[in-house]
């Protein structure tokens, strides 16, 4: 899958997120990267920021929290471009529940491990 190919899918995992959640997120920017850093080989996507759990009064005037999706950890985990369109939707969702404070041990037991 090429690199256009995998960021309109990220671009169409995005689309199917429900509007409401959508509208709840603050200050998330979202980037598509072609590999995570070295030491995590394997990492499929990454929350950078201050979930909104954690957020108080004198939080503002922030740089944007980033949402990064990695394609090549993507593409090589994956069989099929099916696979590929479901991993990054579930990726997608597992970044976003990131920002609002939903950690690894909590998301897995829902399923969106």
């Not at 950890?73 to 939903?102: K, N, Q, S, W």
Request: proline letters at 7%; a negative charge; one cysteine or more.
């Amino acid at each position: 899958m090429s690199r256009e190919e995998f960021e309109n899918a990220v671009g169409d995992a995005l689309d199917e997120v429900p509007p409401q959640l959508m509208a709840l997120l603050d200050n998330v920017v979202f980037f598509v990267e072609d590999e995570p850093p070295a030491d995590d080989p394997e990492l499929l996507g990454v929350y950078d920021g201050i979930p909104l759990t954690e957020r108080d009064e004198f939080w503002g005037g922030q740089m944007p929290d980033r949402i990064t999706i990695f394609r090549g950890p993507t593409l090589r985990m994956c069989e099929d471009r099916g696979e590929v369109i479901e991993e990054i939707a579930i990726t997608v969702v597992h970044e976003i529940a990131h920002h609002f404070g939903i950690d690894d041990e909590k998301l897995h037991a829902l399923g969106w491990g």
